[in-house]
């Protein structure tokens, strides 16, 4: 069945430092990915998404890249803040279907 | 920006309550879902709706009823709550059709029940 992994945390990294979380997927279809991130004491929130292979998402300065011929959507950062202390859970939706698929969820925690 | 709200956001209730967590969005989205949130992290769809009168059961067994009288209204309600149903329940929403297939999810609902 379709599936999500990615790398357990919590990810503890100094201000600054880059960040990657791994990510990677079994899907019987065509999916689309996704990452998205909680903020303590909140709902989830769309960080960026994929369509098609080889497309790059990215936003507030995270980036992943759809990669088919590894199944994987790792997400990066360069120079990571404190505000980006949050978890980040990657998922997928294969195409014509209406089920979000989701990892366990990556905790990330920054120090200054 | 999302429009999509729940309420209320924390609730501590007692054993053998009736409880009912609202949910509602103001972007005419035709699918509605709600998602249990674990202590671990781990989110599991517990129901979904396609539409007004339409409500399907998702992938976790969950002793919660719903219902979709109105496009922008999908609550969720528990007839007699246990300390097993203590989760964090978060609420989502898209359009219909597979090119917009980003969900937007509600800030949730942390229930307690002691």
């Known amino acids: 069945g379709d599936s999500v992994t990615q790398m357990e945390g919590p990810v503890t990294l100094s201000e600054e430092a880059f960040l990657t979380i791994n990510c990677t997927y079994t899907a019987t279809g065509y999916p689309s990915l996704f990452w998205y991130v909680q903020y303590p004491g909140e709902g989830l929130q769309l960080l960026l998404k994929a369509t098609k292979a080889d497309d790059k998402g990215s936003n507030k300065g995270f980036e992943a890249t759809y990669r088919k011929e590894t199944t994987s959507f790792h997400l990066e950062k360069g120079s990571v803040q404190v505000s980006d202390s949050a978890v980040y859970f990657c998922?997928?939706?294969?195409?014509?279907?209406?089920?979000?698929?989701f990892g366990t969820g990556t905790r990330l925690q920054v120090f200054p | 920006e999302a429009d999509i709200y729940q309420t209320p956001r924390y609730l501590v209730i007692g054993t053998g309550k009736k409880i009912t967590l609202e949910c509602s969005q103001t972007?005419?989205?035709?699918?509605m879902y709600w998602y249990q949130q674990d202590p671990g992290m781990e989110l599991h769809l517990i129901h979904y709706s396609y539409g007004v009168n339409s409500t399907e059961k998702g992938d976790l067994s969950s002793e919660s009823t719903v219902s979709r009288i109105r496009t922008e209204h999908f609550p969720l309600t528990l007839e007699s709550a246990r300390p097993s149903h203590t989760s964090q329940y978060l609420c989502a929403s898209r359009p219909h059709g597979t090119l917009n297939n980003e969900q937007f999810f509600g800030p949730g609902t942390r229930l307690t029940v002691l």
């Open positions: 998922a997928l939706i294969v195409y014509n279907t209406d089920k979000l698929i």
């Open positions: 972007m005419g989205h035709d699918k």
